[in-house]
């Protein structure tokens, strides 16, 4: 990578926009060790803000080189006085396009082109994604400079989290006066998810260095992947995308992100009866309309049989990636032992739930069962999660 800092800027002002559980804390820390790494002055704070997508927080860094004299920096970035603007979400750089943090003569716009839906987009009883276009449309009118990729895909296809292919992106723009080897030690420092988070780093430098011809902006949710497990099981996996394939185009990436949610929800054989439904509907659409019905239902029908219940819940909660994915949030160092605890209010309809269901039934057709069942488990719990070494597997029925 070829330097291009300019040394006439005193203080270097960088935005992160980055939604709940996306590493923005950890990427701040990242930045902010960075600079002190290389001898410079650097302060970060974070404003929690309320979204529709869990909750975004925006970052703030400034940083300088060390004179002597202690500088003062701000607090928050203001329109018009931002150096670096980063956003782990494609709307999100939107929003910052909006707030006026962009501006031509100045600001590096770094973004994943990937989306989290917005609850506005989910409600639409149709197709209520909003234009892509727009928000790139902006960005290349806005900002000085424009990175902008599924840095997303890249962190995941390394076994990574976005924050990692943030930062390796941040490298490639030359627009902070560190080398490439300062930003890797940075992360071998963090002492978490290493080797990951440097191969990440090493596919996003790539990934930036692409033409865009080559790799063009996208925010295309389906794609093909290549399992890895047990024979069969592959091969029954890649029975369902051969089935995909021979849907109509139009159909293909909704079905497609509809038997993935599915087999992680339970199983293959609950994402067969699935496709098959699918299969069913598409075979009396109307193609004149782009198979517009069962493009919603491949979406709505997958959301519904994905149900988050008592055991999905407790599912995700317990899972090893969830562990290390706080870990390193937090920055706990491999010598330091995390606490995880959970809070329940749990109420008698979902302690039945996790019953079998004759006698779950039987509960809730009592009312004097029920109510009795509700005064004694409707108080908060606290569940210590990280006490947790055994995985349950539950295989649902139909009800």
Known sequence: MNQVFNSSEKIIKIAILAVGGQGGGVLTNWIVDLAERNGWAAQSTAVAGVAQRTGATIYYIEMAQSSGVRPIFALAPAPGDVDILISAE???????????FVTSDRTTLIASSHRMLAVSEKIVPGNGIADNSDVLKAAQMSASKVIIKDLDAVARENGSV????LFGALAASNALPFSENSYKNTIRASGKGIEASLRSFTAAIQCVEQTDEEHPPTAVIGSRISPIGKTSLVSR????????????????????????KLVDFQDLDYA????????????????????????????YLANAMAYDD?????DLKTR?????????????????LMALTEYMHPRASEICATLPRSIGRWIESSKALSSWLERRCIKGRRFESHRCIISFYFTYSAV
């Open 162 to 165: 976005i924050s990692s292919s």
């Open 90 to 100: 494609l709307m999100e750089a939107g929003r910052a396009i909006m707030r006026g």
């Open 272 to 299: 067969g009866e699935y496709l098959a439904t699918i299969e069913t509907m598409a075979h009396s659409d109307n193609p004149d309309e782009n198979y517009e019905f069962t493009v919603q239902a491949a979406k």
């Open 320 to 336: 090893s990636g969830r562990f290390g994915r706080i870990q390193q949030e937090i920055g706990a160092t491999p010598e330091q």
């Open 310 to 314: 008592v055991i999905r819940v407790a």
């Open 237 to 260: 996996w890649n029975s369902l995308a051969n089935r995909i394939d021979k849907l109509p185009l139009q159909i293909r990436d909704m079905a497609l992100a509809g038997i993935k």
